[in-house]
């Protein structure tokens, strides 16, 4: 299920008009976003970008992204971007959470 989100937040990325070119590369288990962007735009620019894809799927789906913004390599801009399932709590801790297990149905 990851690896069709991932495809789609990629799809998402390429078709905004101010990005050329967007590729992912996973290494050692982590996956990076190379991001090519049209005009020079500082990093927060690119990571709104960013954001406004990733929140397209976990609206849709149960899930959390995280982004930050690694380095420029030659004109791309590297990002670790990584879509994770929250974990859900198993039992009563006794602190009166909003989440508690004793609120489920």
């Known amino acids: 299920m990851l690896d069709e989100i991932w495809e789609n937040f990629l799809i998402c990325l390429t078709t905004n008009e101010k ?3 967007c590729t992912n590369k996973l290494i050692c288990g982590v996956n990076f976003l190379y991001v090519l962007p049209k005009q ?3 990093e927060e ?3 709104t970008i960013i954001t406004t894809c990733s ?3 976990t609206k849709t789906f149960t899930l959390i992204y995280r982004i930050e913004f690694v380095r420029i390599d030659q004109e791309q801009l590297v ?3 990584r879509f994770y399932v929250p ?3 198993m ?3 006794g602190n009166e959470c909003v989440d ?3 609120f489920r149905k």
Do not use: A, E, G, P
Request: charged fraction near 25%.
């Open 79 to 81: 990002f670790r971007h």
């Open 45 to 47: 620019t690119v990571k």
């Open 55 to 57: 929140k397209q799927f």
């Open 91 to 93: 039992f009563c801790c």
């Open 100 to 102: 508690c297990t004793r």
């Open 19 to 21: 990005l050329i070119l």
């Open 40 to 42: 020079q735009m500082n």
């Open 87 to 89: 974990n859900k709590k």
